[in-house]
Nanobody, 127 residues
Framework: QVQLVESGGGLVQAGDSLRLSCAAS????????MGWFRQAPGKEREFVAA????????HYADSVKGRFTISRDNAKKTLYLQMNSLKPEDTAVYYC????????????????????WGQGIQVTVSS
C-alpha cells in the first residue's frame, strides 16, 4: 500500500502564495502519475493538476492555469503544488493522489482513476 501526507496549507490573503507538499511512503515504487484535487464545503471534489511519473506530461484545470505549478521529486518521494496569486475561490481542502499507472508518460485528470489519496489539507484565502 501507499500512504500520502499533505503539508503546507494554511490561511493567507488574496494575492499571496503557498506551496503544498505531499510525502509518499510505503510501496512508492508502484506509483505512476500523481495529482492534486480540491473540495470546497458542499461542492464536488474537482481536478486541479496532474503530473506523470517522468514529469513530462502535466495538466492543469483552467481555473488555476498560469497561477499554479505542479512538480515532483521521485528521489524524495514528494509531490508539490506551488500556488501563486491565490484567490478566495481557491479556498478548499486540497488532496494529493497517486495512481498505479505503469505508463511513465501518463497523467490522469479523472479522480476515479487514482488509487491512493492523502487525508487532505485546508487552504483558506481571505479577501
Amino acid at each position: 500500500q501507499v500512504q500520502l501526507v499533505e503539508s503546507g496549507g494554511g490561511l493567507v490573503q488574496a494575492g499571496d502564495s503557498l506551496r503544498l507538499s505531499c510525502a509518499a511512503s510505503g510501496r512508492t515504487f508502484s506509483i505512476g502519475g500523481m495529482g492534486w484535487f480540491r473540495q470546497a464545503p458542499g461542492k464536488e471534489r474537482e481536478f486541479v493538476a496532474a503530473i506523470s511519473w517522468d514529469g513530462r506530461n502535466i495538466h492543469y484545470a483552467d481555473s488555476v492555469k498560469g497561477r499554479f505549478t505542479i512538480s515532483r521529486d521521485n528521489a524524495k518521494k514528494t509531490l508539490y503544488l506551488q500556488m501563486n496569486s491565490l484567490k478566495p475561490e481557491d479556498t478548499a481542502v486540497y488532496y494529493c493522489a497517486a495512481d498505479v499507472e505503469d505508463r511513465n508518460w501518463f497523467a490522469s485528470t479523472i479522480k476515479a482513476e487514482y488509487e491512493y489519496w492523502g487525508q487532505g489539507i485546508q487552504v483558506t484565502v481571505s479577501s
